[in-house]
């Protein structure tokens, strides 16, 4: 399909049996054998690490690596079976492939893309993307946060008390009004058509995002088609406060 975001590598089918120390999943492949995959998303997976889930892994022939298997996808059953990425690392690569292709309307008018900017009161953090264009616009900083944990058709983050994301609302409101701040909430299934802030695990959190807002702060709570297959943009959710 010509609207594939991103394409997995070839995946393979499991079950989950257990997921330990954060960054450990063992799983049953299809073919009976027992193997314990690099579980690259450090949080708490609210909702979607069920034992007995279905899941999918990449595999990786690097001779370097310790684990040769990468949990990306977990099939989590609300009115009907539905796939989420679980691979944290995974929504900058897809976001920058959207910025290329001036995906988010929203954002307009720019012309640089550049990942990984040191911003911040004492310079020792990096926004995501920092976006340029000419003289007459202002620069947008841009954070991408992945968003797994839902409760019906609502997407929340975030799922666990996190004093890392409410830094970088507090950063990003400092960049404003001179620049555009914006954050990106990667809605990481596709079932999700609603968005919110995850009060009830940490409302600071939340309170945050509502004053980021009224000062300026831009939130696009971005929609993705997640399959074995790929990866598809499906537009906004709305945004509830």
């Known amino acids: 399909m010509a609207d594939w975001l991103y394409r997995y590598p070839n995946l ?17 492949l299809k073919s009976g054998e027992v193997v314990t995959a690099h ?18 892994l990449s595999f990786s022939d690097n001779p370097k690596r310790k684990l040769a298997y990468t949990l990306e996808l977990i099939q989590v059953e609300d009115i009907e079976p539905i796939w989420v990425g679980v691979n944290t690392a995974l929504p900058n690569r897809v976001v920058k492939i959207a910025l290329e ?10 012309t640089q ?9 004492d310079k020792k953090s990096r926004v995501d993307f920092y976006l340029t264009g000419d003289e007459t616009q202002r620069p947008i900083y841009l954070e991408v946060k992945n968003t797994t944990w839902s409760q019906g058709d609502l997407a ?8 890392r994301g409410q830094k ?17 909430y990667f809605i990481n299934r596709g079932d999700c058509t609603q968005f919110a802030p995850g009060d009830s695990t940490d409302p600071i959190y939340g ?11 831009e939130v696009l709570p971005c929609r993705f088609d997640i399959s074995p297959e790929g990866i598809r943009y499906l537009g906004l959710a709305e945004l509830k406060m």
């Open 101 to 110: 292709k001036y995906l988010f309307s929203e954002l307009k008018e720019y």
């Open 156 to 163: 929340l983050f975030p799922d666990t008390e996190t004093t």
């Open 207 to 217: 309170q945050l995002l509502r004053e980021a807002i009224n000062v300026g702060l």
């Open 113 to 121: 893309v550049k990942g990984e900017v040191v911003y911040g009161k």
């Open 12 to 28: 393979y089918e499991g079950i989950l049996i257990k997921r330990y120390k954060r960054f450990f999943a063992d799983v049953e």
């Open 168 to 184: 970088h609302l507090r950063e990003l409101m400092d960049v404003l009004p001179q620049n555009r701040a914006v954050m990106l």
């Open 39 to 56: 579980c690259p998303n450090t949080g708490p997976m609210t909702g979607v690490s069920k034992v007995g889930s279905p899941v999918q």
